[in-house]
């Protein structure tokens, strides 16, 4: 089964440089979160899109902007990066509110993640 | 405010051994969805189980399974037999109906010696 594309998988950066990170969800899943995950940390969310829509906004900080485009696919861009941007950077996607398997809009599938190294 | 906890930080068993992941969640609302997701040293997040706070039914999946107890806010999840393959970091996480975002628990590092 098709699965959540990230790329890069790594990336490596110096500071105050700027970095886009890319998400493509599994098809037919609309809806498209990213979190960040400091080492030794759980995921903390950052943002999510419904329908090329913010729909929910977390910690993310304001030198970060996503969207997502028509084809529903995202993108993270970072800019100013600092030494504490270092993190693995998941997008997951999920299935659309009014479809799908009963109540499987809550289940969000993770990509495999992009590890940002701020140097 | 939604919170998950899992206090214990990391389990070590020996191959074989049943081992028992503690979960407790806080949460004002009535509609709720909870999680369990397994990180191996990979690093990728893999999807477990989805439970509904209306459904408080236990789930078995093989060697897994996942007791859920809205009277003690909790969702315990089991591993009998446990195998080397299963050491990894186990994450329980909750969303709210109409938030969506995932709120994580600590993880619990968990450590299988043959």
């Known amino acids: 089964a098709a699965g959540v594309i990230q790329s890069p998988r790594h990336l490596i950066k110096e500071k105050r440089e700027t970095a886009t990170l890319k998400c493509y969800p599994i098809?037919?899943?609309?809806?498209v979160y990213w979190y960040q995950q400091g080492p030794g940390q759980d995921p903390q969310f950052l943002i999510s899109f419904y329908e090329k829509m913010q729909s929910d906004k977390g910690s993310i900080p304001d030198r970060f902007s996503a969207q997502q485009f028509s084809d529903y696919h995202s993108e993270l861009n970072m800019s100013s990066l600092e030494l504490g941007d270092s993190a693995l950077y998941f997008c997951?996607?999920?299935?659309?509110?009014?479809?799908?398997?009963?109540?499987?809009?809550?289940?969000?599938?993770f990509g495999p993640g992009t590890r940002l190294t701020v140097t | 405010a939604q919170k998950v906890t899992q206090a214990q930080t990391e389990i070590s068993v020996v191959e074989k051994e049943d081992v028992t992941l503690d979960c407790v969640y806080e949460t004002r609302d009535t509609t709720y969805y909870l999680f369990w997701y397994k990180q191996p040293p990979s690093g990728e997040l893999v999807f477990l189980i989805r439970r509904n706070s209306f459904d408080e039914q236990n789930e078995i999946s093989g060697r897994y399974s996942w007791n859920f107890q809205k009277s003690t806010s909790s969702f315990n999840f089991t591993i009998t037999a446990s195998q080397v393959v299963d050491s990894a970091v186990y994450f329980c996480?909750?969303?709210?109906?109409?938030?969506?975002?995932?709120?994580f628990g600590q993880g619990t590092r968990l450590t299988i010696n043959p």
């Open positions: 996480a909750l969303s709210e109906a109409g938030a969506q975002k995932l709120v």
């Open positions: 098809p037919r899943h609309d809806t």
């Open positions: 997951a996607s999920s299935w659309p509110p009014t479809s799908g398997p009963t109540h499987s809009s809550y289940e969000q599938y």
